[in-house]
């Protein structure tokens, strides 16, 4: 089982921004597939961005103007800017790895970190 570690998550208001943080602080080996997932009150989970060992991305369509993934190359860590943030955003958002080059991990999932966007 590999440890990911959400942060950044919090309390804002409509329009304004965020940016998550996950890291994998426990892993001998690089995890090649990463990503978010969320879950808003009362709904599924759904898939919000991934991204592999290689750079290749891939962003929810309702998401892709507003929300960015990137990655540090040189520890297993990848990060969430989220832009224009709107109550509909509001949810819990995990942290996914695989050590597969995927842009669908799921093996690992982390704890969560709390986005509530609201006056």
């Known amino acids: 089982q590999v440890e990911l570690v959400e942060s950044g998550g919090g309390l804002v208001q409509p329009g304004e921004s965020l940016r998550l943080s996950c890291e994998a602080p426990t892993t001998r080996f690089a995890l090649n597939g990463m990503g978010w997932y969320r879950q808003a009150p009362g709904k599924e989970r759904e898939f919000v961005a991934s991204i592999t060992g290689g750079g290749r991305t891939k962003t929810a369509d309702s998401m892709e103007n507003r929300f960015a993934i990137s990655k540090d190359l040189h520890r297993s860590a990848i990060y969430l800017q989220m832009n224009n943030l709107k109550p509909e955003d509001t949810a819990v958002y995990y942290c996914?790895?695989?050590?597969?080059?995927?842009?669908?991990?799921?093996?690992?999932w982390g704890q969560g970190t709390e986005v509530t966007v609201s006056t």
């Open positions: 996914v790895g695989s050590y597969d080059y995927t842009l669908e991990p799921q093996d690992f």
